[in-house]
Every structure is written in structure tokens, then in C-alpha cells.
């Protein structure tokens, strides 16, 4: 059976607390097996035999609001997309592999087109640079992440709906994956 993350926008930020065996339930109400969570951001790894992100995220996202009483936008990525999302390097490293920098990835509900990607590559500057690839934005900050130059409000609306996560907690996601299968 396929093996999922759904990462949900905004959980355990902006003053909505839920806790994680909270989300594992609404999940396993909707259906979902092997449900287990992630770090509380927001992370939930499941199966499905469904093969339809675009209904899964849908299925997730009722889900949520009948439990919560409001809306929590989802993005479902497959195990396999989640191990390629982990390799991607699309900066440039240090001498022992490392980015020079901390990497976001924004999860994008589809793969943007040309215009999407020039308006995102306007906010590069010497601390923010970015790339695209795939239904996912690239977000390098050279430093931390309050030397960052981005226009909050401006970046927000450039990059659309989304949800981000820090790579490190991708890649430890993706190391979790393969030791679950």
C-alpha cells in the first residue's frame, strides 16, 4: 500500500494548539492506516490505496475542519517524492557537501509555471536565493532566518499557498520512511 506525508499548514503555530495524538485519530477516522506523526509541525505519515493526491489532500483537509472547526490546507506528498525532495541540491555546497546556508522547502499544491518562477527569483538577494522544482520552492537563507530579506507579505503572496518546512526535518522524515518500510 502506498506510504504518504501530508504536511498541514499552519499546526502548532499562530495560537492553534492540536496535539499530535489528536491529529493521528482524525486520520485513522478518516480511513487512513499506519497513521504516525512527525515532530509537532504537522507531519503525518500514513497509508492509503488511494492514488490521487489532489483527493487525498481533500479527504485530509475535510477531515480536518469537521474535527477542528476550521481549515487546515495539506499537502500530500508521496514517500518516494519525499526521497527525491531530499536529495535535490540546487544550491551550492561547502567543501564537506553541506549547503552554505539553511534550505526551506515551500510545498506548492502544483508545479508552477514560468511567471510563477520569475516573480519568486525577484526576492533573491545576498542572503535569500531560490529555485524551483517539481511542485516545491527552494528557499537557501544564508545565515538566520531574521537576516533574511524577503518582504514577508510580499513573499507570501509570491510564493501563494504553501507550507514550509525546514530540509533537515525532510531529510530526517525521509530517513524515518525508509526505516519503516
Not at 118 to 146: E, H, I, M, S
Amino acid at each position: 500500500m502506498p506510504r504518504y506525508v501530508a504536511f498541514l499548514r499552519a499546526v502548532n503555530v499562530g495560537g492553534r494548539t492540536i496535539k499530535m495524538e489528536r491529529l493521528r485519530e482524525v486520520f485513522t477516522s478518516a480511513g487512513f492506516t499506519g497513521v504516525e506523526t512527525f515532530i509537532a509541525s504537522g507531519n503525518v505519515i500514513f497509508d492509503s490505496r488511494s492514488t490521487s493526491i489532489p483527493s487525498l489532500e481533500r479527504k485530509i483537509e475535510a477531515a480536518l475542519e469537521d474535527a477542528l472547526g476550521y481549515e487546515v490546507q495539506t499537502f500530500v506528498r508521496r514517500g518516494e517524492d519525499l526521497k527525491a525532495i531530499a536529495e535535490h541540491q540546487p544550491f551550492p555546497v561547502d567543501a564537506a557537501g553541506a549547503p552554505v546556508g539553511t534550505i526551506y522547502v515551500c510545498f506548492l499544491r502544483s508545479a508552477p509555471d514560468a511567471a510563477y518562477r520569475k516573480q519568486l527569483l525577484t526576492f533573491r538577494t545576498d542572503v535569500d536565493d531560490f529555485d524551483v522544482k517539481g511542485p516545491q520552492a527552494y528557499w537557501l537563507v544564508r545565515g538566520n532566518l531574521l537576516d533574511s530579506k524577503a518582504d514577508g507579505p510580499a513573499f507570501g503572496r509570491a510564493l501563494g499557498l504553501t507550507t514550509m518546512r525546514n530540509r533537515n526535518t525532510i531529510v530526517r522524515l525521509t530517513t524515518k520512511l525508509s526505516k519503516l518500510t
